[in-house]
């Protein structure tokens, strides 16, 4: 992989482990909106929504973006460094039961080991799709480990209440589907790689169930958000069915995503279990 050159300051901190001073840094106290990304390798690492003011000098943050960041023990063998998952930049350390926020955590960040990129630029650069293929938790998981995903939101979608809750879909015919919503980066990877890889990560073949989960909820579907998603979604369906699936993936225009309650929100990533229903195969 090719990383960014790195200047002898950001080398300091980024590869051996330095510590900027506090309140030096160009993004402490910065309020714009947007996603903080890794100097070193360009991976999404931090939401604004996520930012705020600890006072401690540093930017500070109390959630990650899923799988972006990971933890080790600090050489002083005291605190928790933290470092970009992807090239093990180091990015600063992470405290917990500080009571600073309802997540209780703080990422505190060097300013040097980020850069920036601003919501309307992001806006403009990235795309969304949809897909439902049983229980969201599961589909989330994989799309969320896939390189060129932004972000990955778990919903419903499909149905005829506004607003719908879990408890709803589930048990009140509302008509919804458990979707998940993926915004990526097409620089990086294609709606037609991210699409079969939704076909890999699920059984298409399953009429409203995926694997023990059963009901209209756990339906397969791609809801498109235009015609070429469409012409991807149906071309790589004939592949399957060329290759001897009885594909029932439903294929429909994309409607208003309802997001899910928070405590669906990265499932696995916050209680680190396994998915019960979705594996990798290959279709293709």
């Avoid at 405590?263 to 680190?272: A, E, N, P, R």
Wanted: net charge negative; proline share 4%.
């Amino acid at each position: 992989m090719n990383y960014n050159k790195l200047n002898k300051d950001e080398q300091c901190v980024i590869l051996h482990k330095g510590t900027e001073r506090p309140f030096t840094g160009k993004f402490y106290n910065h309020k714009e909106k947007g996603t903080y990304v890794c100097k070193q390798c360009e991976t999404p690492l931090y939401k604004s929504a996520d930012n705020f003011d600890s006072g401690c000098g540093w930017p500070s943050f109390d959630d990650e973006i899923p799988g972006a960041v990971k933890r080790a023990t600090d050489a002083d063998g005291k605190r928790t460094e933290i470092l970009c998952a992807n090239c093990d930049g180091h990015l600063g350390h992470v405290f917990l039961g500080e009571g600073l926020t309802d997540k209780n955590t703080r990422h505190c960040v060097n300013s040097i080991s980020m850069n920036f990129i601003p919501a309307e630029k992001e806006d403009n650069e990235h795309e969304k799709a949809y897909f439902a293929g049983g229980c969201f938790w599961g589909v989330e998981y994989y799309l969320q480990k896939t390189e060129g995903v932004i972000s990955v939101k778990s919903g419903y979608m499909g149905g005829k209440k506004d607003n719908p809750t879990y408890q709803e879909v589930c048990y009140s015919n509302t008509g919804h589907t458990e979707v998940v919503e993926v915004e990526f980066d097409p620089s990086q990877i294609s709606y037609e790689e991210l699409t079969k890889l939704f076909f890999e990560i699920h059984d298409p073949t399953q009429v409203n169930r995926q694997g023990p989960d059963v009901g209209e909820q756990y339906r397969s579907a791609v809801f498109y958000v235009d015609e070429q998603q469409k012409k991807i979604t149906e071309k790589l369906i004939q592949q399957l069915k060329k290759n001897g699936y009885k594909v029932v993936t439903q294929v429909k225009k994309a409607e208003k995503f309802w997001e899910a309650e928070d405590y669906h929100q990265d499932y696995y990533f916050k209680t680190g279990k396994q998915p019960y229903c979705h594996s990798f195969q290959k279709r293709f």
